[in-house]
């Protein structure tokens, strides 16, 4: 199944390892010695979960589906347009994120509000691409992987890298 995602992800222009990428920048600065292959692996473990899998692939349909006009409205208009108050988007991305705890909450707050990397590029929606969930997805894998990473070196972790950071 991890395949299939990984497949899928390929044909909407998200390589593993630009998440890889977000999460190295995420976590380098509280990870002494962190290698971009250390958050290559860890972004494939947050993809071998169900949780990730299931919200990948009902996020990706959503938005194919309205790329092809296929939604039934007023769902397809909100979707296409990508709007600020539709919020099912980040509420699916959060079922990947919490499945490393809590601790994953500000990178993805983080994440929503820096449209990092290929996060960036994907909500930019270029030509006639909808990623209205696959942006805010991406987000939840980059600080799922962040959170499994700050987990095995079993440190409070701040989250962010900009000032704004959490207390504990
Ligand atoms: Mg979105």
Do not use: W
Request: net charge negative.
């Amino acid at each position: 199944m991890r395949e299939k995602v990984i497949e899928m992800l390929a044909s909407r222009g998200v390589q593993v390892g630009e998440i890889a990428e977000i999460v190295f920048s995420l976590q380098r600065e509280y990870v002494p010695g962190l290698s971009i292959e250390d958050c290559e692996e860890s972004v494939l473990a947050v993809l071998d979960k169900r949780e990730a899998q299931h919200a990948l692939l009902t996020g990706v349909a959503l938005d194919v589906l309205a790329e092809k006009d296929q939604l039934p409205e007023p769902l397809l208009a909100i979707i296409k347009r990508d709007e600020p108050l539709y919020g099912v988007d980040e509420i699916l991305a959060l079922a990947i994120t919490n499945v490393y705890g809590s601790v994953g909450l500000t990178s993805f707050g983080y994440l929503d509000k820096c449209k990092c990397g290929v996060i960036g590029r994907l909500n930019d929606h270029a030509g006639n691409r909808v990623n209205t969930f696959l942006d805010d997805l991406i987000a939840g894998v980059a600080a799922a992987a962040a959170a499994r990473i700050a987990h095995q070196h079993g440190r409070s972790y701040p989250g962010v890298t900009d000032g704004m950071q959490a207390k504990g």
